[in-house]
């Protein structure tokens, strides 16, 4: 297999390289690394050279750090335990006191930004401000040899997200877990601090199984100085993420936006994935913004119903409609525990149908796009004909068979193995049924017919170019068959002007909605691979 080139490291993505056959610039060059050097780290050591190159390559798992690059001023690195998008994180021993730490670096730190920078010892001051025993601890911050760091406390136990990659919980764990990680993030916010970036990866388990609360890098203070979150932002995690912050709301993103993450958290713990996950970050923050998640106990029937209600409570999308602190969550959990009522009562019928709408959006929107179809089609014929008791019949059987076909495809949605064709047969099948609406109706000649441009506009919510011009294609055809059909039993149809003016719309449609879904899935792309603000 063909071994791909190493990633840059240097002043520049474009002037160091780490293949010894590629040249891109520098003027020196260390023939032990097989690099060309930029003027910016030619002068540093060999050792230095090996500590940069090791913490920006690409992830690998936890890796002992080469004997070159063990050598850390104060610190001796011995192996890789985690790394994010913009930082790597090392065991380490801290000579002077002969402890364990952990030592925290910039990924790049040679080409990191000014805001990159700051952020980063924006993380530290932040940690280091908490005084809790179940938030990790900073010992020490600095620059080494250009090299940003610091030193923090030493956690030996996994991660939850290595936890519960083996499986889901135990509920009475999950909850016992849950409820000190929100005690913990009750007092953060008393301390005038949101984390913004609370997963599973960053809570680690301590020796006694005790959670604590680590990585800072997206926390925003509630006073006092600390960077600046542009609105229209996105930070965080996707599949953990708050509507408000999803929609990049960062007026809006506060302790009740930690609620949420928590709930998020414990939909993973019960269910072993969390609540919204796609495959790719758009997919995810379009059903974080639109849908609501499947109840836990759809993928895991056992899970308590009270417990379910917790987590469910934590995930509501409005904001007033959440428990209104991470300790009101921690209450309800030590409620649960004891057997005792929760507060996260069951929701109202209202409140249950709201909830629906949200979690199937697609489907709502076909069952009353029918409907509404169906509606003035009747309207039509009550008002400007005869009453057709034949047609309404037809038009109720268009109906019915559309929403029992709305369901079964809805069901395929939800299998990741039928999904993208269930998108395209969901298409079809909408095209189908509309078109046999407008044939039983002889209404090519009514203003219902612009309905193929609200389907070829709502096949953009699928994010999908290709089933865009897919649906336009069928739109197209289907216009003409009407036509061509009506013709040959003469009855009325569209001049030539107005047939080539609804294609011509038809066209239009799908190169702007198509051109709309390629930005923002560009977007995506970019927000996927880009380091954390």
């Keep these: 297999m063909a071994r791909s080139p190493e990633p840059r490291v240097g002043a520049s993505p474009e002037r160091v390289t780490l293949g010894p056959g590629e040249v891109v610039g520098g003027e020196g060059r260390d023939e032990h690394l097989g690099m060309e050097l930029a003027p910016e780290v030619e002068h540093l050591s060999r050792s230095e050279r090996t500590t940069i190159l090791w913490h920006t390559r690409s992830p690998g798992g936890h890796r002992s750090v080469p004997p070159e690059a063990a050598d850390f001023g104060p610190y001796e690195l011995i192996e890789e335990i985690g790394r994010g998008g913009m930082g790597v994180v090392y065991k380490a021993r801290q000579k002077g006191l002969d402890r364990t730490v952990a030592v925290k670096m910039i990924l790049s730190s040679h080409l990191a930004s000014p805001e990159q920078v700051e952020r980063f010892y924006a993380e530290a001051r932040a940690a280091a401000q908490i005084q809790d025993p179940q938030v990790v601890a900073i010992h020490d911050v600095g620059q080494l040899r250009g090299q940003h760091y610091f030193a923090m406390e030493y956690v030996s136990g996994p991660s939850l997200a290595e936890v519960v990659a083996e499986g889901p919980m135990a509920f009475g764990e999950a909850a016992r877990l849950m409820l000190m990680v929100a005690r913990t993030v009750g007092r953060l916010h008393r301390q005038g601090i949101v984390h913004r970036d609370l997963k599973p990866s960053n809570i680690l388990l301590d020796d006694q199984g005790s959670p604590c609360v680590t990585d800072f890098g997206l926390a925003k203070m509630l006073s006092g100085r600390h960077p600046a979150t542009h609105t229209g932002a996105i930070v965080g995690t996707p599949g953990y993420m708050a509507p408000e912050q999803a929609a990049g709301h960062s007026g809006s993103v506060g302790p009740l936006s930690d609620v949420y993450a928590l709930g998020a958290i414990l939909y993973e713990l019960l269910t072993g994935r969390p609540p919204f996950q796609q495959d790719n970050p758009l997919d995810t923050l379009v059903q ?156 090519v000649n009514l203003p219902v017919i612009a309905g193929f441009l609200l389907l070829i506009s709502a096949a953009g919510l699928w994010f999908r170019e290709r089933l865009v011009w897919y649906t336009a294609a069928l739109a197209a055809t289907a216009y003409v068959s009407l036509i061509v059909f009506q013709r040959s039993i003469n009855e009325p149809v569209p001049g030539p002007a107005d047939a080539t003016f609804l294609l011509m719309s038809m066209f239009l449609a799908a190169f702007v909605t198509s051109y709309q879904v390629k930005r923002v899935r560009a977007l995506s792309a970019f927000y996927e691979n880009r380091p954390l603000p």
Excluded: N
């Design 288 to 443: 974080v913004l639109e849908t609501d998640p499947a109840r836990p106990s759809l993928l895991r029937p056992d899970i308590p119903r009270a417990l379910e209600q917790i987590c469910l409570r934590c995930l509501e999308k409005p904001l007033d409609a959440r428990y209104q602190s991470a300790d009101d969550l921690a209450d309800d959990l030590e409620r649960y525990l004891r057997g005792e009522t929760v507060e996260a009562r069951r929701l109202s019928i209202p409140q249950r149908l709201s909830r629906w709408t949200r979690r199937e959006p697609a489907l709502v929107s076909r069952l009353g796009a029918l409907g509404l179809v169906a509606l003035i089609l009747q309207v039509d014929a009550w008002w400007f004909h005869q009453f057709d008791v034949l047609l309404i019949r037809r038009t109720l059987g268009v109906l019915w068979l559309g929403g029992a076909a709305s369901l079964v495809f809805q069901a395929l949605l939800k299998q990741p193995r039928w999904s993208t064709l269930a998108r395209y047969a969901w298409s079809t099948a909408d095209m189908i049924l509309f078109s046999s609406v407008i044939f039983f109706a002889r209404a």
